[in-house]
């Protein structure tokens, strides 16, 4: 899987490399069945000074049939990118139940039993 990073703002970076090389193994270990050539992972890290100190975490991965993005806002780096990335690998479940066909199996067991009654 191809990982890029952008930062904007942002000073410390070690420990937000450190968290993102873990987060990156978990989606690594969810997508071994995917081509890792046709994955890429963006990630955006920017600090938001305005209203608050906050840090804004943009994470999308581009999958050969979709596109799944999250976002997140925290007072801290590291807390905005698990956020983000725990997010965006929910979304990830979710396009792979949908890929088994989970949503239509669901569906028929539901009926089944409705007509059962």
């Not at 890029?4 to 090389?21: K, M, Y």
């Not at 799944?68 to 690998?89: D, G, N, T, Y």
């Amino acid at each position: 899987m191809k990982t890029h990073i952008s930062f904007r703002d942002v000073a410390e970076r070690q420990p937000i490399l450190t968290e993102l090389g873990r987060q990156v193994a978990k989606f690594d270990r969810q997508l071994k069945k995917f081509a890792p050539d046709l994955l890429d992972l963006r990630v955006s890290l920017k600090r938001r000074t305005r209203r608050g100190d906050l840090f804004i975490a943009s994470v999308t991965l581009h999958l050969p049939m979709s596109q799944l993005h999250a976002s997140e806002e925290a007072p801290h780096a590291v807390v905005a990118l698990k956020h983000a990335c725990a997010q965006l690998m929910r979304e990830l479940k979710r396009f792979k139940a949908r890929l088994r066909g989970d949503d239509k199996r669901r569906r028929a067991r539901r009926l089944r039993r409705r007509a059962a009654l």
